[in-house]
């Protein structure tokens, strides 16, 4: 602590130039700043991925139609379902990771502060080297979950598969090594006198995916390291001709695959019960028994993949097993649908942006779980599984929920994150054209596929009278289309003449409303104690129901400031992102490029280990 | 309270308000995943057992005892990584330098015992990873094996490394410890490797 740290008092403040400016976000291990990094990297891969599925929606707009080529097609929704979920969603989760978590517990970093930037930068590779495939003109096409032996050499000797395996490989690697990071940042980071119990609901929601992430992504780790011996070294793993069984890919795919659907959407539950009881003004319903649905979620989360695989044939015993344990899944949830209700009943509700997306959250996910119960049920699945009816479900549970839920918190935490307010009139014209066009588009989907219509099909005849709801389901795609064009409008005006926000414009109820917004680089002068789940409020209104506010604690001296360690800035997560992405590409390329990429990562991680490790005879840093 | 937990911080950044180091924890939640790694791996392995279509079988090709040397090995290797902490916390340097050797020498006789293996099974008996799935899910299981072992060695070689240089001493048994935790888990799987692969008929 030799040099003055940029943000203490009295520090210089030096006019930034623009390669100044990059290269501090290139080399940066603030969670706030890797949290917008995250954010704003997942919206454009979700600008992407949608307009992949508005190409799609256009394509099925009329029936007999070419606009796209069945290929062509195969590969849009192959990366409209890949983008979305792994470059989209989980992404912009983890940008509310970064960025809340450790204003949420009352920390200032998380534990391996550039762990996190290394998971981002991991991240962007594995998205670029996806993206990459439209260059080779090797885009992958064998549907997000990449069925075997569909992705074996035989019947997809192109590259394209490759970039889909890979691509998922090192974003599974990022993932797991965030996973890491805020597992440890939950359980011992938190603030003094911040128990488990006392710990913010979306803090609690994120701690239980991280336990998901970690345990669920090693089995798609291992079914694509065989996918990539399969395809790369000639085992025969997914090849029947030698006994292989295809179905090892399913199981194991989907080992992953549903507790990623609880990845995918407890954040966002954990989002909806915060910004509740903001807007309620009233302390979320039953808040430990959200906790415990979210557990639970997560729990049988592991117990129910093979619903997913109704119709490959099981039998009776293992078909009844997995659709019981899924139909109990659903308890837990509509537990939490109740406690969300009983949070708005009898509040003094405040109807802004943030609370018009959770309370659509609440709708339509509802919708979704009811047809998710539907498919539960074996005999119905058979009738549904593969149509547009299953389309319908998961895109209510996925966009229905997470994103509805993602863009509440967007809106919910946008000023403490950049000090201004977005707009509350283009927030509410935005939320009301999503929320129509988006039952537009996905409504009539369930009819469509109870009629018949196979999901995945390029182009279908006139006279099976799918014409017109497939029209109708256009007319909505364009309608959500419009509302992110209002969302980018909001941000741009917001972020030229937006509304100041103050430290705290929603009268919040937890720790980070109690700090600047946006919030030093140290977020908290003072490492806060303390006593409740909704601290903040009682610290504004009383602990106990006639309670007086709590006396103001000492204002903060300079001293306190100065004493305040920061992880200095570290070049070598970018580096080491990019030596493993060398390594990992290069199986593409040329085994040479492996063996160089591979001994300059080893390098890198060593430089990366041994960073802060003191010279010899020095001390600790 | 707050201005005993602000200079704590300055002291060490790795230890939590839990009081435990992050790392330690880092590495525990590493390796409660890397579980279900060689679970699923296993789990392959069990999945495809005597469902070769062609090859040899496992009990032509078996060396018992060469690998259970490899097993007494990596078992002993976990005693000279507890040696080595030991030796650490009581700031016995040059002591614990020496036992790390030995625990990375066992671990690299280990991997030269698995790579002979791998070539007997390859040139011997014509077992390679296209044979049959036998040979896809022996090599890769137990080839995730041997590479965690390589890790395991390297990782301890550059502790050596920092040893001989100066830079290690009784303020990073941690950083010997949490080595020690991922070796002793790699010699935990093995265990259960040998006995899934080798010693059930």
């Known amino acids: ?621 | 309270m707050a201005d005993h937990a602000a200079t704590h911080a300055v002291h060490d950044p790795n230890i939590g308000t839990t009081g435990l180091d992050h790392r330690k924890m880092g590495m525990w939640a590493f390796l409660g995943s890397d579980c279900m790694f060689f679970g699923s791996l296993i789990g392959t392995y069990l999945a495809y057992k005597g469902k070769s279509i062609s090859g040899p079988s496992p009990r032509d090709v078996f060396d018992i005892p060469l690998t259970s040397y490899s097993a007494a090995l990596l078992l002993a290797s976990s005693l000279t990584m507890v040696l080595a902490l030991a030796a650490l916390q009581d700031d016995r340097v040059k002591v614990a330098a020496r036992w790390l050797l030995a625990t990375a020498a066992m671990g690299l006789h280990f991997v030269l015992n698995q790579v002979y293996e791998f070539w007997t099974f390859v040139h011997h008996h014509d077992l390679t990873l296209s044979t049959s799935l036998f040979g896809s899910s022996f090599f890769v299981l137990t080839g995730f094996h041997g590479a965690h072992v390589t890790g395991g060695v390297v990782w301890l070689l550059l502790l050596v490394g920092l040893a001989w240089g100066g830079r290690l001493d009784k303020r990073d048994h941690t950083k010997v410890e949490i080595a020690g935790l991922y070796w002793h888990f790699v010699d935990i799987v093995w265990i259960a490797i040998f006995t899934v692969i080798y010693l059930i008929p």
Request: aromatic fraction near 16%; charge should be neutral.
């Open chain 1, 1 to 621: 602590m030799a040099t003055p740290a940029a943000f203490m008092p009295g520090a210089k403040a030096e006019v930034p130039t623009f390669w100044g400016v990059i290269a501090s976000w290139l080399i940066t291990v603030d969670h706030k700043r890797i949290g917008i990094l995250y954010g704003s990297s997942a919206f454009i891969f979700f600008l992407i991925a949608g307009i992949e599925g508005l190409i799609m929606r256009l394509q099925l707009a009329r029936p007999d139609n070419n606009i796209v080529s069945a290929q062509t097609f195969n590969e849009l929704f192959t990366m409209h379902g890949t983008t979305m979920i792994f470059l989209a969603i989980m992404p912009m989760s983890a940008a509310f990771f970064n960025y809340m978590i450790p204003l949420l517990i009352g920390a200032r970093d998380v534990a391996f502060p550039r762990l996190n930037a290394l998971s981002y930068w991991i991240f962007l590779s594995g998205g670029l080297l996806l993206h990459a495939s439209f260059l080779f003109n090797a885009v992958p096409d064998g549907g997000w979950f990449g069925y075997a032996n569909l992705t074996s050499s035989q019947f997809s000797p192109s590259h394209s598969i490759d970039f889909w395996m890979l691509g998922l490989q090192i974003l599974g690697i990022s993932s797991m090594l965030a996973g890491f990071n805020f597992l440890v940042t939950i359980i011992n980071m938190r603030a003094p006198g911040m128990t488990l119990m006392r710990m913010p609901v979306f803090v609690w929601m994120s701690f239980v995916t991280q336990f998901l992430i970690v345990l669920a992504f090693p089995a798609i780790t291992v079914a694509l390291i065989l996918l990539m011996f399969d395809r790369f070294f000639g085992t025969l793993f997914y090849a029947p001709a030698a006994g292989g069984d295809p179905l090892l890919w399913q199981h194991l795919f989907w080992i992953f695959g549903h507790p990623e659907v609880y990845i995918l959407i407890l954040p966002a539950m954990g989002i909806v019960s915060e910004v509740l009881p903001t807007f309620a003004r009233k302390p979320l319903f039953g808040a430990p028994v959200v906790i415990y649905s979210g557990i639970m979620i997560g729990f049988f989360g592991f117990g129910v993949w093979s619903h997913h695989m109704f119709s490959v044939g099981m039998g009776p015993v293992a078909d009844a097993a997995f659709s019981i344990a899924t139909m109990l899944i659903a308890v837990p949830t509509g537990v939490k649908i109740f406690n969300w209700l009983g949070t708005l009943w009898g509040g003094s509700i405040r109807f802004r942006t943030p609370l018009y997306f959770s309370l659509g959250f609440i709708a339509m996910f509802t919708m979704g779980g009811l047809s998710g119960i539907m498919h539960a049920s074996p005999p119905v699945d058979l009738q549904q599984t593969d149509t547009y009816f299953v389309v319908a479900h998961f895109h209510y549970v996925l966009f229905g929920g997470s994103v509805f839920g993602l863009f509440s918190g967007a809106y919910y935490w946008w000023p403490k994150i950049t000090g201004k307010m977005l707009d509350e009139r283009l927030g509410t014209v935005h939320f009301w054209l999503m929320m129509i066009g988006f039952n537009v588009t996905f409504f009539p989907q369930h009819y469509l596929g109870l009629i018949g219509m196979p999901r995945r099909i390029y182009t279908y005849a006139g006279d099976l009278g799918w014409t017109f709801w497939n029209l109708v389901s256009t007319i909505g795609a364009f309608t959500v289309a419009l509302s992110f064009l209002v969302f980018i409008g909001n941000v741009i005006k917001t972020a030229r003449s937006g509304q100041v926000a103050g430290p705290d414009p929603w009268d919040g109820r937890t720790l980070e409303w109690s700090i600047p917004s946006p919030p030093p680089v140290y977020n908290f002068a003072r490492v806060p104690e303390v006593r409740d789940r909704d601290d903040l409020w009682l610290q504004k209104y009383g602990d106990g129901h006639e309670g007086a506010p709590r006396p103001k604690p000492a204002p903060v001296t300079a001293a306190e400031i100065a004493a305040i360690y920061m992880p200095p800035t570290s070049f070598w997560p970018i580096l080491l992102a990019i030596a493993m992405a060398v390594m990992i590409s290069g199986l593409l390329i040329s085994m040479y490029q492996v063996i160089v990429g591979g001994l300059v990562t080893l390098l890198f991680m060593y430089k990366f280990a041994v960073e802060y490790h003191r010279p010899a005879g020095g001390n600790r840093h």
